[in-house]
């Protein structure tokens, strides 16, 4: 799956949390949702949201401006709409992840505990998932597996 394929795939599932999503789909969104954030960050900075802290000659910090630059108010608005826009299909796709290993969406609650769930929640979304149908639905790869008499699965 290539970055615009997944991202068209997440977007197309906007807020579907059923079914099975794979690890390019999963981790080419996240590479899209952080390259959001990072030119967000860019125009904010160049809008003004740097602050005019200057070094006064006796060594202290001073600070010539009393708030953020009406550009930077600006971008931090809309930063923040987007930001709520991608809140929903960021939690989808994450679900489906977890769907896509044959595990519960709940698995997403890790995430909570703090300091160790995150490093839980990156090695659950590495992880690849189970091929063939599981309980979620069928395998997005398309790989299909022979009766367990049969052995290896057929390509």
């Known amino acids: 799956m290539s970055f615009s394929d997944a991202i068209k795939s997440v977007f197309s599932q906007y807020a579907n949390f059923s079914g099975r999503a794979r690890r390019s789909e999963f981790w080419y969104f996240y590479l899209f949702v952080l390259i959001v954030n990072v030119v967000f960050w860019i125009l904010f900075l160049v809008t003004g949201g740097a602050s005019a802290a200057t070094m006064s000659p006796d060594g202290t910090m001073t600070d010539a401006s009393t708030g953020l630059a009406a550009g930077a ?11 709520l826009a991608l809140v929903l299909p960021t939690l989808a796709v994450m679900i489906r992840r977890l769907h896509d290993q044959d595990r519960s969406g709940f698995f997403w609650w890790l995430s909570v505990i703090p300091f ?36 290896a699965p057929v390509a």
């Open 73 to 83: 108010m600006v971008v931090v608005g809309i930063w923040s709409l987007v930001g």
């Open 116 to 151: 160790v769930g995150g490093i839980i929640m990156l090695v659950l979304y590495a992880q690849p998932g189970t091929v063939g149908p599981n309980r979620f639905g069928a395998d997005p790869k398309g790989a299909q597996v022979a009766p367990a008499q049969y052995g």
